[in-house]
């Protein structure tokens, strides 16, 4: 393991209990497995200021529904906007990008996605290698037991129950262009070997993390249209889209 990822391991370790749920877990489980996921990341951060603080809106729909729901609002304002999500929520854009696409919405500029989740059908002997000492194998097997409900079970889905909950493999026609970090359209792939679990969201603790926010910036930059670049001049996007580094390469 990369030696900042080892070093952040233990940390995590020594302060912080396993992420863990029961095989059918209560909903107040659900909910302390929330809080304590919240509260780890929130003390690897500064506090912000309040003048940073970030407004949260909260659309009650589901993710195709709140796709819709913003081009409702504004029909253009794909144009100005680039995905993320990290883990799981990679895995939603992934569906979401799926679903846009078959149903001839406008797409995204760009799509960044940290170690994401690519399908859920996902069995022991494919995650055999995977170590973390904060997440478990058995966590993302207990969390996809808690997404289809306790009389559900993965191995007796339908393909047609499947396809409502799961991406399409090699389905990718038609996404825009992907920023994508982990272990055809427009990819680049940064594959953090020996890195941990969505690394780049550690960036203050991880040099690699660190190098990767710079680049997926630079990406966004010149990934947006020109309309939308008022803060940067051209010579900066030239700059930037000279200085994206190759995938996997952090100096």
């Given amino acids: 393991m990369d030696p900042d990822s080892h070093t952040l391991h233990e940390l995590l370790s020594l302060y912080y209990p396993k992420l863990d749920l029961s095989e059918y877990p209560t909903d107040q489980e659900i909910e302390t497995l929330r809080y304590e996921t919240k509260y780890l990341l929130a003390s690897f951060y500064p506090t912000r200021l309040v003048s940073c603080l970030v407004e949260y809106h909260v659309f009650q729909y589901n993710t195709t529904e709140a796709y819709q729901f913003l081009l409702n609002v504004d029909f253009n304002i794909h144009q100005r906007l680039i995905g993320m999500g990290d883990s799981s929520g990679g895995m939603l854009w992934i569906y979401l990008l799926q679903w846009i696409v078959s149903n001839n919405k406008p797409v995204s500029q760009g ?48 393909d047609e129950q499947v396809n409502k909950i799961n991406p399409k493999r090699n389905a990718f026609e038609g996404f825009p262009p992907l920023y994508i970090t982990a272990a055809d359209g427009q990819v680049i792939l ?57 995938p996997g390469l952090c100096t």
């Fill in 111 to 158: 799509v960044v996605l940290h170690s994401p989740w690519s399908h859920l059908d996902f069995t022991e002997e494919n995650l055999y290698d995977y170590r973390d000492n904060i997440l478990s194998v058995q966590l993302a097997f207990n969390s996809r037991q808690v997404a289809l409900g306790k009389t559900t079970y993965w191995f007796e889905l339908t």
């Fill in 190 to 246: 940064d594959e953090g070997k020996g890195l941990m679990h969505t690394y780049p969201l550690f960036h203050m603790w991880i040099f690699k993390g660190k190098c990767i926010r710079q680049n997926v910036r630079k990406w966004i930059h010149v990934t947006l249209p020109i309309h939308m670049r008022s803060t940067l001049n051209m010579a900066e996007i030239e700059t930037n889209l000279q200085n994206i580094r190759e």
